[in-house]
Nanobody, 124 residues
Framework: QVLLVESGGGLVQAGDSLRLSCAGRTNGIYIMGWFRQAPGKEREFVAAMTWSAGTTDYADSVKGRFTISRDNPKNMLYLLLNSLKPEDTAVYYC???????????????????WGQGTQVTVSS
């Protein structure tokens, strides 16, 4: 069983930055991802990283503004959110996948474990 716990969300103004953290055991995990869900919308892919090699991928909407990173010894995953916009407002979720196929990284349903989410609210 993998338990994921996110932290770091909050209320910020447009243009500000936040760093989200995700703590959890990662034995048997190949891919870690961040997703977000805004009110009335479906959960969407934000960023992903392979746990061992550190390969990354980002949604077009956040590319150049958000950075995913990890600290393997501490079993920590991070998401640095820069230049935040009101449309970034959502609950952000950390997720982990046992599937080693990098091709699944965008598909929320193929992740095995999820955190409880952390709210990010960006005011204009």
């Amino acid at each position: 069983q993998v338990l994921l716990v996110e932290s770091g969300g909050g209320l910020v103004q447009a243009g500000d930055s936040l760093r989200l953290s995700c703590a959890g055991r990662t034995n048997g995990i190949y891919i870690m991802g961040w997703f977000r869900q805004a009110p009335g919308k479906e959960r969407e892919f934000v960023a992903a990283m392979t746990w061992s090699a550190g390969t990354t991928d980002y949604a077009d909407s956040v590319k150049g503004r958000f950075t995913i990173s990890r600290d393997n010894p501490k079993n920590m995953l991070y998401l640095l959110l820069n230049s935040l916009k009101p449309e970034d407002t959502a609950v952000y979720y950390c997720a982990a996948a046992r599937n080693p196929n990098w091709g699944i990284r965008h598909v929320a349903a193929l992740y095995n474990y999820w955190g409880q989410g952390t709210q990010v609210t960006v005011s204009s």
